[in-house]
């Protein structure tokens, strides 16, 4: 049995849960359930990142501590994941101690090991914003775009992480594991972005500027730069369990380059660590074109009520986590954009899950309960139809376990529709309702192998749902009679397991949607 360490990014504290974040968490955890139901022992890790400038701004602006800001984001964040039914194993924020020392820890060893080094930079920095500038950030006549308020010429001395040193090495690094970043594209950006040399990393900021933050241990006249902070929680989190290297971060396309893609692999080389085996990079979900984010609340087209960021979280309220999570695995390519809508989610509740899946399982428990007592009888016939049906499932099967271990989770949903579309098309061929009026005893058996093979196709499709909708999978299995799915691959198999089950009478998993709001007059 294989173990198996998975991460995502950890939310800055400074906003709202939205959309973006909701995703990211849905997808690692079908990942970790998908694992956990091929057998291997999970650590499923997600969490807050508290420190740094913007939180600070923010807890300032609303008057209070920050680590009061803190306490009520994190009660947020820790809803939204009940929420959409994440099976996270942890969670951490970096201002616990567990997550200070190690960061501490690591900040000394690099220090003692002549890794990190004081030097004085020299920059121009704007006041209002409380940052240092960038050539790129002066507006094209080579002024100071005014929003930055006064700018100044600043010396000051600052901490620098060797990251150049360790350049080289990465590079030979993802040329040896073509496999690091997923999906490639996305590598080959990273060695893109290699091509040129790197600097140093500043890794510190005076205390007179930022004090929210952890301590350097050999100056206390500063804090850590919040990406050193905020990387090292994947390992912090279980320095004590002996879990690392992580086998997979999962991560959006704009917190790749160079925070994990360089920063964060460097930075375990210069502390004698593996790095992680795997990053996942996703896009973005859009709205209206733009990138869902916690300042975005795009205005409703006319005549349209178009979702907020947080609306997205009340699908989840209204019709419970999994028919959310199963839209976003289903609408969304991964490491493509995408663009949200609620009539997009609209359309996949009422077609793959309302009509394709939903009534499927109505049409067998109603069915069941005409002709044979309420219990899935035995197959007995087993003509052209029936041999067509498993012969279907045995490619769907192993089309849909490769896809999915493969992390094209849309694609392996793709192949399930195929099967279930072709199960209501197998009941629209057997015509249970004409072979129930039939006197000939043949056609009680095609009748009875019809109903089976329904029950044993659903069972299938069920086990197979588990991991993106675990609760509807569940009770989609208890209509069955039968307990919940635990494992992948021997539950892949064929099987008579359901038959003489006592079914249910009747069960609505997709409640059909209310019509749309129509718009205030
Ligand atoms: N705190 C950093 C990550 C530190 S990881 C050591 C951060 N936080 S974030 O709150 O801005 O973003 C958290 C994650 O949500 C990132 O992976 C980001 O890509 C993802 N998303 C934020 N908005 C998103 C969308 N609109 N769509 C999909 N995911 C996006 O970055």
Known sequence: MGRFYL??????????????????????????????????????????????????????????EPRAHCDAIAGLFRGMLG????????????TE??????????????????????????????????????????????????????????????????????????????????????PRFRQRQVLEFLREPVNDLCISRPK??????????FDRDY?????????????????????????????????????????????LKALGLEPPRRLLVHGWWTMGGAKVSKTQAPAAAAGEPAP??????????????????????????????????????????????????????????????????GKLPAPAADEAPERELRALWSSTAAKYLALSSDLQLKESLEELWVFIRALNAYVDTRAPWKLGKSADPADRSRLDSCLAHVGEGLRLVATCLTPVMPTVSTRLLADLGLPPATRLDEGLAWS??????????????????????????
């Open 7 to 64: 991460t995502t990014a950890i939310d800055y504290a400074n906003g709202a849960p939205h959309l973006g974040h909701a995703y990211e968490k849905v997808l690692a955890d079908v990942i970790a359930r998908h694992r956990r139901m091929r057998g291997d022992q999970v650590h499923f890790l997600t969490g807050l990142d508290e420190h740094g400038q913007k939180v600070e701004q923010t807890a300032r602006r609303a008057g209070i």
């Open 83 to 94: 929420l959409l039914d994440i099976s996270n194993d942890d969670y951490i924020r970096t």
């Open 97 to 182: 101690p567990r997550h200070v020392r190690v960061v501490q820890d690591a900040l000394q060893r690099l220090f003692d090991a002549g890794l990190v080094y004081r030097a004085e930079y020299t920059g121009f920095y704007s006041v209002r914003q409380e940052q240092f500038l960038l050539e790129k950030d002066r507006a094209p006549d080579g002024s100071w775009p005014s929003l930055l308020g006064e700018v100044v010429q600043l010396t000051e001395a600052n901490y620098f992480f060797r990251l150049s040193q360790f350049q080289a090495w990465l590079v030979g690094h993802l040329e040896t594991h073509p496999d690091f970043v997923y």
């Open 208 to 217: 007179s500027r930022l004090s929210w933050g952890i301590e350097l241990p």
């Open 223 to 267: 804090v850590t730069y919040v990406w050193f902070d905020a990387l090292t929680n994947y390992y912090s989190a279980v320095a004590d369990k002996g879990l690392w290297p992580a086998d997979l971060h999962v991560i959006g396309k704009d917190i790749l380059v160079p925070p994990h893609a360089v920063y964060w692999p460097c930075m």
């Open 308 to 373: 907020r960021p947080l609306d997205a979280l009340a699908l989840a309220r209204d019709h419970g986590a999994d028919p959310l999570r199963y839209f976003l695995i289903r609408e969304m390519t991964l490491g493509q954009d995408s663009e949200f809508t609620l009539e997009l989610f609209r359309q996949r509740y009422r077609t793959d899950l309302g009509n394709d899946l939903g009534n499927l399982l109505n049409r067998l428990l109603n069915m069941a309960g005409r002709y044979a007592a």
């Open 496 to 521: 008579s397991v359901g038959v003489g089950r006592a079914l249910a009478e009747k069960d609505i998993l997709f409640p059909p949607l209310d019509p749309p709001a129509t718009p205030a007059s």
